[in-house]
C-alpha cells in the first residue's frame, strides 16, 4: 500500500539534545512538507522540499534542519536551539503536477516531548 | 496572505442531531478551501475541496461544505452525526494557483467536535 510513514510515533528528548524525525513516503511525490502542531494552534508548517536536493523554510523554521537527498525521504532534526520543541508533528507529501491542485496526504505523525 | 478563523473551538452534539462547524476566511486573491479531519494522534485526511465549479461540495463520511464568496465562509455541515465523527477538524486555505504551482496550505485553529450518546 502507498502511504507515509513516520518514525517513531512517540519521542523523548532531553533538553540541549538533537534529534531526528524520519519522513518516508512510497507515493512518488516530488513533494515534502514538515508542520509543527500545538494545541489550539492548527498546523504551522516548518520546511518544504519541491524536489530532490532543494528545500524552503516555512513559516517557522528557526531551530529545525531538514534534508532532501532521497526522493522517499525528508527528516527533519529538531536542534538544541529550538526553544519550545515539544509537540506533535506532521510530515506530508504531494505530487507536483500541472492540474489546479496537489493534494497533500499525511503521515500518521511523532509526538517528541522534551522531558 | 490568507488567514482562516474557525469560529468555535468546542463543538458538542448528541448522536443523530445535525451539526455545522464554522470557517470564515480572509484573501485578496482567489483561493482553495479544504476541510481535514484528524483524529486522536493520527494524521490529517482530507474531507472534501473546493477548487472552483459548484458551490455545494459534498465530502467523504457524509460531510458537506458550502463556500460563500460574499460571506468569505466555507462552513462544514452532516445532517446527522455518529459517535464515530467524533475528531478534530481543521479548515485550510490555499492561494489558487494558475498551474502546477506550489499550494501553501493555511489551517485554522481547528474545532473539536464531540459527539455524545
Known amino acids: 500500500d502507498g502511504g507515509i510513514t513516520q518514525s517513531p510515533k512517540y519521542l523523548f528528548r532531553k533538553e540541549g539534545q538533537n534529534v531526528t524525525l524520519s519522513c518516508e513516503q512510497n507515493l512518488n511525490h516530488d513533494a515534502m512538507y514538515w508542520y509543527r502542531q500545538d494545541p489550539g494552534q492548527g498546523l504551522r508548517l516548518i520546511y518544504y522540499s519541491q524536489i530532490v536536493n532543494d528545500f524552503q523554510k516555512g513559516d517557522i ?8 537527498e532521497k526522493k522517499e525521504s525528508f527528516p527533519l532534526t529538531v536542534t538544541s536551539a529550538q526553544k519550545n520543541p515539544t509537540a506533535f508533528y506532521l510530515c506530508a507529501s504531494s505530487g507536483t503536477s500541472g492540474g489546479l491542485y496537489n493534494e497533500q496526504f499525511f503521515g500518521p505523525g511523532t509526538r517528541l516531548t522534551v522531558l | 496572505a490568507q488567514s482562516v478563523t474557525q469560529l468555535d473551538s468546542q463543538v458538542p452534539v448528541f448522536e443523530e442531531a445535525p451539526v455545522e462547524l464554522r470557517c470564515n476566511y480572509s484573501s485578496s486573491v482567489s483561493v482553495y478551501l479544504f476541510w481535514y479531519v484528524q483524529y486522536p494522534n493520527q494524521g490529517l485526511q482530507l474531507l472534501l475541496k473546493y477548487l472552483s465549479g459548484s458551490t455545494l461540495v459534498k465530502g467523504i463520511n457524509g460531510f458537506e461544505a458550502e463556500f460563500n464568496k460574499s460571506q468569505t465562509s466555507f462552513h462544514l455541515r452532516k445532517p446527522s452525526v455518529h459517535i464515530s465523527d467524533t475528531a478534530e477538524y481543521f479548515c485550510a486555505v490555499s492561494k489558487a494557483v494558475v498551474s502546477g504551482g506550489y499550494n501553501k496550505l493555511i489551517f485554522g485553529a481547528g474545532t473539536r467536535l464531540a459527539v455524545h450518546p
Not at chain 1, 523554521?61 to 532532501?68: I, Q, T
Request: proline share 0%; hydrophobic share 25%; glycine share 12%.
Open chain 1, 61 to 68: 523554521a528557526e531551530g529545525y534542519s531538514v534534508s532532501r
